[in-house]
Nanobody
């Protein structure tokens, strides 16, 4: 009922930048918290950053000062600007949204993931 489509991943050298986007569509009544998570091979999925509908943000300590999360509520889109990328940022990045559908049902939805690879 809610679809999330990520874009913007790719291969970049250490110190470079990438910008991820995630657009939500479907039977959306309200988008609450939106965020980005990542999963590296052999590791558990971890939080990268989240942003509430009012704009308050949370960041993992490992990305503070390098990554910035933002959202455009009119476009139902969340962004992740990643600067000064490091090889340890290499992972599959997933978009997540806490949403209320037009049937007034709450749920947590995930995108399919976009690969970010940082070479040293």
């Amino acid at each position: 009922q809610v679809q999330l489509v990520e874009s913007g991943g790719g291969l970049v050298q250490a110190g470079g930048s990438l910008r991820l986007s995630c657009a939500a569509s479907g039977r959306i009544f309200r988008l609450n918290v939106m965020g980005w998570y990542r999963q590296a091979p052999g590791k558990q999925r971890e939080l990268v950053a989240t942003i509430a509908s009012g704009g308050s943000t949370v960041y993992a300590d490992s990305v503070k000062g390098r990554f910035t999360i933002a959202r455009d509520n009119a476009k139902k889109t969340v962004y992740l600007q990643m600067n000064n990328l490091k090889p340890e940022d290499t992972a599959l990045y997933y978009c997540n949204a806490e949403a209320v559908t037009t049937a007034l049902k709450s749920g947590s939805y995930w995108g399919q993931g976009t690969q970010v690879t940082v070479s040293s």
